[in-house]
């Protein structure tokens, strides 16, 4: 995977690292509105620094890569986030992985996701459980891509020595759809979830995990 990478000067410019461009990049969907919430932002966009400041009062974003992949075992499909931050508070690091929606579901649940069959598929669950302390066999009904983004999180914080690891979705949706899949991944780690507020889940962790949900603002959904 190459490593070189450079900056982006307008927020259209983050259409050609998605898988289908064309289907992807439209007003309304998350991949746009996502690319010019963060682009347009001073750094972090409001509502996601206002729902990790509690946690993270001099929290500092370093670097934001959009649609970043993060090798996972067990077959050739990376995991991709719609954003991953490099952050630091203080003199700590944190691994923000981003995971951007407006009505679109999470994708398979974790029976679905086994269903399709794949000889590695046993060796790249079991790799998620073990980075972020869970236990298989878990629930059918969980959303396998909250786990491998999830996971990025806590690699890439390995990765940069960081000891702080947050997986956010960032939700334009004003009804919050979704947010129950989100509510039964967090219960895997017995905590309750809440909109707009930072729950860590894995505090003693040699990389502490927390998870956020945070309701993006709604005037992004037009451009």
């Excluded at 000889?119 to 073990?130: E, I, N, Q, W």
């Excluded at 959303?143 to 914080?157: D, F, K, N, T």
Aim: charged fraction near 20%; glycine fraction near 8%; charge should be negative.
């Amino acid at each position: 995977m190459n490593k070189i990478y450079i900056p982006a000067t307008s927020a259209d410019q983050w259409a050609q690292f998605l898988a289908e461009p064309v289907k992807q990049w439209r007003s309304g969907f998350s991949a746009r509105t996502l690319a010019y919430s963060w682009q347009e932002a001073d750094g972090f966009p409001a509502e996601i620094r206002t729902a990790l400041i509690d946690a993270f009062p001099d929290i500092q974003l370093l670097l934001a890569l959009p649609e970043h992949q993060v090798p996972l075992p067990g077959g050739s499909r990376p995991s991709q986030n719609d954003i991953w931050v490099l952050a630091r508070a203080g003199t700590h690091l944190i691994s923000i992985a981003v995971e951007g929606k407006v009505a679109e579901p999470f994708g398979p649940t974790l029976d679905e996701w086994r269903a399709e069959g794949s000889s590695g598929k046993s060796t790249r669950l079991a790799y998620l459980c073990d980075q972020l302390g869970l236990v298989d066999p878990l629930p059918g009904t969980i959303r396998y891509q909250l786990l491998h983004r999830a996971a990025s999180a806590v690699i890439e914080a390995g990765r940069f020595g960081a000891r702080h690891a947050v997986m956010l979705v960032h939700s334009f949706s004003q009804s919050h759809q979704w947010f129950d899949d989100y509510a039964a991944f967090a219960a895997l780690f017995g905590a309750d979830a809440a909109v707009n507020r930072l729950i860590p889940v894995r505090p003693d962790g040699e990389v502490q995990l927390s998870l956020c949900w945070v309701c993006g603002n709604a005037e992004y959904l037009g451009k």
